[in-house]
């Protein structure tokens, strides 16, 4: 039974950056696919990267690309989203989440239906 707990969120001014780590409990060989959401209020969830977990290179959204870092520390078990040039725009509850099931190594999918564990969310605010 794997379990999600995220942390590393805060405030930060426009232009500063933040580490956001998703400690994982349980199983993280059996995860197939990672990834970090975040929802802004009033508005959608939404994806903005994920990977698949047993070896590939993350897949981002046009809003984070080229700002944000998805990685992975397998031998601890964590995943990490370094955010760097954040904008007020950012500011959002950030989730981490995962899917177990096989879909094979270049299935890309940032629609938040289709990871079934999920974390408790972090929040992040850019002020």
């Known amino acids: 039974h794997v379990q999600l707990v995220e942390s590393g969120g805060g405030s930060v001014r426009p232009g500063g950056s933040l580490r956001l780590s998703c400690a994982v409990s349980?199983?993280?060989?059996?995860?197939?696919?990672m990834g970090w959401f975040r929802q802004a209020p009033g508005k959608e969830r939404e994806g903005i990267a994920m990977?698949?977990?047993?070896?590939?290179?993350?897949h981002y959204a046009d809003s984070v690309k080229g700002r944000f870092t998805q990685s992975q520390d397998g031998a601890n078990s964590v995943l990490y989203l370094q955010m760097n040039i954040l904008q007020p725009e950012d500011t959002a509850v950030y989730y981490c989440?995962?899917?177990?099931?096989?879909?094979?190594?270049?299935?890309?999918?940032?629609?938040?239906?289709?990871?079934?564990?999920w974390g408790q969310g972090t929040q992040v605010t850019v002020s």
């Open positions: 349980g199983d993280f060989f059996s995860i197939q696919y």
């Open positions: 990977s698949y977990t047993p070896g590939g290179r993350p």
């Open positions: 989440a995962a899917d177990q099931t096989r879909r094979g190594a270049r299935w890309i999918s940032l629609d938040p239906a289709n990871f079934a564990v």
